[in-house]
């Protein structure tokens, strides 16, 4: 969330970089007379405060000098009534204002390139060779069948469109990335956590996912909670409403969690294989940093998330987005995206994010300076390191064999039990 004093004071700024993301339903001139009638009424508040103390005191000399008071209690009994209604129109007039605040977007970066969708955004690196492949290559959903290792239809009857049931060596494969991937973030210097699976609307509301994006999300009715479309929601909130210190920041932390997203507005993209679930496993990255950190800090956390792929020896490249296709939470992002040889084309992996004060304001999550006692918001940023299906999938598609087996990464063998290659069964 911006904070309201800045928008009103940089109000064209915000407009703009709002109007770049491509938000153009914002109602900032009701924002600015929200504003100007909450600090109205609140002053009206004052002076009414101001003239009730100067009227007990009258009150408390005129009986000591045994007077009547009766008329001048009666002023007090009104000015505390009105008090009282104009404190409910300030807490009336804040609901709205946060209602408008809640659904402006992030400032983007000034380093953010300008652009309306994703052919906007740009190339920002690359790493590894794609191999050239001396047969026509298969897409993950044909190997997986074949080595049956996925079963699409039954997770299908067990679910609904976009579950999927893993099996065999392919459930162990799965297991394998997750355990890998932690331990690789361990080393870099990530504390695990696992977080719950289900949280609550103020903990949405504070990585951004609500009041926006509620249509995307699974709800559990009757208990009013959500399931988590990423751990980035629970392990960012762990700090809500806390006040840490200086020291104990920069803060990185690392999670396995299944995910759940709706898709909606998704459909017809991606509908074969494992690319679009509506439950996936990842492993997510998250920090909470001083602000004069942040940037530094989004450069490593793309590296850390990177060092997967690097392992594991799969090509990418890294995206920079555009201002039309950056998240609504983010102040600059960048994909990694990795080369899927069956599908012919590179599919986002990691999202690595920075998304400054805006998440940390929503969440209420401050730090208090050493030298100078005063407390500050602190940054957030988080990547997935990475999404395991995709990996799982990317491996499948990069390390296919012409008779339909599949070698298994180098770094992963210990984690398979020795497993070098999965072949189709006889």
Request: hydrophobic content about 35%; charged content about 35%.
């Given at each position: ?391 799982f999938l990317a491996i499948l598609e990069n390390y296919q064999q012409e008779d339909g087996s599949v070698v298994v ?18």
């Open positions: 969330m911006l904070d309201l004093k800045f928008v009103i004071s940089n109000l064209e700024l915000v407009k703009d970089k709002t109007i770049k993301r491509g938000y153009t339903d914002i109602d900032f001139e009701e924002l600015k007379n929200l504003d100007k009638e909450r600090r109205e009424t609140i002053q009206k508040v004052e002076e009414l405060k101001k003239e009730r103390n100067e009227k007990s005191r009258e009150i408390g000399k005129l009986k000591k000098e045994k007077k009547d008071t009766s008329h001048i209690e009666n002023r007090v009994k009104e000015i505390k009534e009105e008090i009282e209604v104009l404190d409910n129109k300030v807490k009336e007039i804040q609901e709205k204002i946060n209602f408008i605040l809640l659904r402006i977007p992030n400032l983007i970066d000034d380093s953010v390139p300008i652009g309306e969708d994703e052919s906007g955004n740009v190339l920002y690196k690359e790493w590894g060779n794609k191999r050239e492949f001396d047969f026509t290559p298969k897409p993950h959903w044909d190997i997986a069948e074949q080595l049956d290792i996925v079963d699409f239809e039954r997770g299908v009857k067990l679910a609904k469109s976009r579950f999927s049931l893993y099996k065999g060596v392919g459930a162990k494969l799965e297991r394998a990335l997750i355990n890998f991937m932690l331990d690789v973030q361990g080393k870099n210097g990530y504390v695990e956590v696992l977080p719950p699976f289900l949280v609550n609307e103020k903990t949405m509301t504070g990585t951004g996912q609500l009041p926006k994006f509620e249509e995307e999300l699974f709800k559990c009715e009757r208990d009013n909670l959500y399931l988590i479309p990423t751990a980035e929601v629970p392990v960012t909130n762990i700090y809500a409403d806390e006040i840490l210190n200086e020291d104990d920041l920069p803060i990185y932390m690392t999670a396995y969690t299944p995910c759940f997203r709706r898709e909606a507005g998704s459909h017809g993209k991606d509908v074969r294989g494992l690319i679009r679930q509506h439950q996936f496993n990842k492993v997510e990255l998250v920090k909470i940093v001083k602000p004069e950190d942040s940037d530094n800090e989004l450069e490593k956390l793309l590296l850390d998330a990177e060092k997967i792929l690097q392992l594991l020896e799969i090509p990418y490249r890294v995206m920079t987005l555009c201002s039309g296709d950056i998240g609504f939470s983010a102040a600059k992002t960048y994909d990694i995206e990795v080369w899927l040889p069956g599908l012919g084309t590179y599919k986002e992996i990691s999202s690595c994010s920075n998304f400054k004060d805006f998440q940390s304001r929503r969440a209420n999550i401050k730090f208090r300076r050493k030298d100078t006692k005063k407390t500050e918001y602190p940054h957030t940023l988080n990547g997935s390191g990475l999404a395991v299906g995709r990996t990464p180098e770094v992963l063998r210990e984690y398979m039990g020795g497993i070098e290659i999965i072949k189709p069964e006889k």
